[in-house]
């Protein structure tokens, strides 16, 4: 288990307590000023490479979705390291300076009745990084 130093662990269940981790779909979407799309797509390639967890991005020159499932014990869990991936990876991916102006987390239950029923998340393209 990843110890989360964001997430206060006091109100949190203890070990014992605990269930198995469990896989949460993540959309990460950030946006901010115009950057060249070379360097947006450059920068989520890396990202993907750097962590080959991440499904698919989509980008634009200001925006981009990032879409991957995490395993974690709970949502604050897979919440706090979705809300930290994208400014602890801004200098070794060399992303751009955007902020995160939205965050999707559904438990994988969830995503599969979504998508049987025929109103889920976007269809991703392909795995990889792709433009809007």
């Not at 990460?28 to 360097?39: H, K, N, Q």
């Not at 993907?48 to 991957?68: G, V």
């Not at 604050?76 to 999707?104: C, N, Q, T, Y």
Request: proline fraction near 8%; hydrophobic fraction near 40%; aromatic fraction near 8%.
């Amino acid at each position: 288990m990843r110890r989360l130093a964001s997430v206060d662990m006091a109100s949190s269940p203890q070990p014992e307590e605990r269930v198995g981790s469990r896989l949460w779909h993540i959309t990460l979407s950030v946006a901010g000023r115009e950057a060249p799309l070379a360097d947006v797509r450059r920068a989520l390639e890396q990202l993907a490479h750097d962590h080959p967890f991440l499904l698919t991005s989509r980008y634009a020159n200001d925006h981009a979705e990032i879409r991957y499932w995490e395993e974690a014990h709970d949502l604050h869990d897979a919440a706090a390291v979705a809300l930290r991936l994208w400014g602890e990876h801004r200098a070794s991916a060399k992303l751009p300076p955007w902020e995160i102006v939205g965050l999707e987390v559904i438990g994988r239950e969830t995503f599969q009745q979504r998508v049987a029923e025929g109103y889920g998340p976007p269809p991703a393209s392909p795995m990889g990084v792709h433009p809007f």
